[in-house]
């Protein structure tokens, strides 16, 4: 595999709101497959929860990022009109602030001059950029707590809500959506297939996790973490739903049983700040250096406190954080760091217990793959704080199952051929635990999730 070419992706913030750049990156799309070309084929993942609306074909506005404070409040309005035990028996879904659902109900209140639109996720809406075919896909579908766990859309609430629009036919990974329209290959310069990924990031950096088995779990770790299992059907238990896990689609009719939780997020927070103090940028590998030689100081954070969603500083909100739960202050930014490097692999630990409880399974070693599976200081941590070895890498598994499943889809690969092929071309470190880091309890008291 080779990585051609890189652009940035943010949301905008315009009018008290977050936008995603859409032209912005349709523009970059189309450049990469310039550089990349020709192709056989070409498939686009993305983050979940997120949307497009259209009417008569055209954008009705920029689609709203899921972190806009404007969301919050909608679920529990929601969660007023539809019991929590419906909705979960239904999608099997865990409850976030900003799931699709939770955001429609927002724009029924609060714009509803949006709706009365048809809905494409944001992958789907660039395979209809580049096909002129309008198709969901199922993997992201089912992040929207509107996919039933029967693959069909929860039309009955939606109705109840207000909620008016039309929602795409559902395809699965590896389907063929079409050919590239005549503009657009006139302009990138070739002919090719629009073949289906696995376009929930997620769903196609699992696909392409070398190790996960019926014993090994996975951390996908970017922004953020999701931390879980691969099954063959969903656990949708009264368990399964006050723990708040997921059953998200995976490829090939696998289920990702799995927990969100704060990954490089507040990482990715502490750089920002720590450059902002010295006005000077840092590598992540000067900052895992940093904290490595630093220091613990047996402070701890939940990565998830709704305060660490969008702070406009992380180091000074885990420093009201510590202050606030009476724990030691850190001696400077790399004992920062490390508070939450650790508290990332302790809040690991809690998140693989959970799932290990709900499914029955015992877990002997975890897949880290994605970005986060870079920085050796956090997977030696998790080693320890679990007691078991961490396979790091590969650190480009969405691209990989993304090109994957294309092959599949192309007729070249088998779905059970997948992580064997990435077993055999990419190189996966592997972390054994050095020490018990005996500071679970009181991780677990400090930051309140003790039972």
């Not at 409040?73 to 900003?98: C, H, N, S, Y």
């Not at 992540?284 to 969603?309: C, I, K, M, Q």
């Amino acid at each position: 595999m080779k990585q051609v070419r890189v652009f940035q992706n943010h949301a905008v913030a315009m009018g008290g709101h977050l936008y995603w750049d859409i032209p912005r990156l349709w523009d970059e799309i189309k450049e990469s497959m310039k550089v990349a070309g020709p192709v056989s084929s070409i498939g686009i993942d993305s983050w979940g929860v997120d949307f497009a609306l259209l009417r008569e074909g055209e954008m009705v506005g920029l689609p709203y990022a899921y972190r806009d404070p404007c969301f919050k409040g909608a679920m529990d309005q929601v969660l007023r009109l539809l019991p929590r035990e419906e909705i979960f028996q239904k999608t099997g879904i865990q409850f976030l602030e900003f799931n699709t659902l939770y955001q429609l109900f927002w724009l029924s209140r609060h714009a509803s001059h949006k709706l009365r639109s048809y809905l494409l996720m944001i992958p789907d809406l660039f395979h209809y950029y580049l096909t002129g075919i309008p198709a969901g896909e199922l993997t992201n579908a089912t992040t929207t707590q509107i996919m039933g766990l029967d693959g069909r859309w929860w039309d009955e609430a939606m109705r109840l809500l207000g909620i008016e629009l039309e929602l795409p036919t559902t395809l699965k990974p590896s389907a063929n959506v079409g050919e590239l329209g005549g503009d657009v290959s006139a302009e990138v310069g070739f002919r090719a297939s629009v073949i289906l990924p696995a376009t929930h990031d997620t769903a196609s950096a699992i696909a392409a996790a070398p190790e996960v088995s019926d014993d090994v779990a996975y951390v996908s770790s970017g922004t953020w973490d999701l931390v879980g299992l691969e099954l063959s059907s969903p656990i949708a238990t009264r368990e399964a739903m006050l723990n708040n896990f997921s059953n998200e689609g995976g490829a090939f009719s696998k289920v990702n049983f799995l927990k969100n939780m704060q990954g490089m997020w507040i990482i990715q927070g502490l750089k920002r700040s720590i450059e902002a103090a010295h006005r000077r940028d840092y590598s992540y590998d000067e900052l895992v250096e940093l904290a490595s030689r630093s220091s613990d100081v047996n402070s701890y954070v939940d990565v998830d406190d709704p305060r660490f969603l969008l702070p406009a500083d992380m180091g000074k909100e885990m420093a009201s954080y510590l202050e606030e739960t009476g724990q030691p202050k850190p001696m400077g930014e790399g004992e920062m760091l490390r508070v939450a490097i650790r508290s990332l692999a302790l809040k690991r630990r809690y998140v693989v217990e959970l799932a290990e409880k709900l499914s029955g399974r015992r877990i002997r070693a975890i897949n880290v793959v994605g970005g986060g599976s870079r920085n050796w200081l956090l997977n030696q941590m998790t080693a320890d704080a679990l007691g078991i070895p961490v396979f790091a890498g590969p650190d480009e598994a969405t691209a990989m199952g993304n090109l994957l499943v294309q092959q599949v889809g192309l007729g070249n690969l088998s779905p059970s051929q997948l992580r064997e092929a990435v077993r055999r071309s990419f190189k996966v470190r592997k972390f054994e635990p050095e020490r018990k880091d005996d500071a679970y309890s009181e991780f677990l008291r400090r930051t309140g999730l003790e039972e």
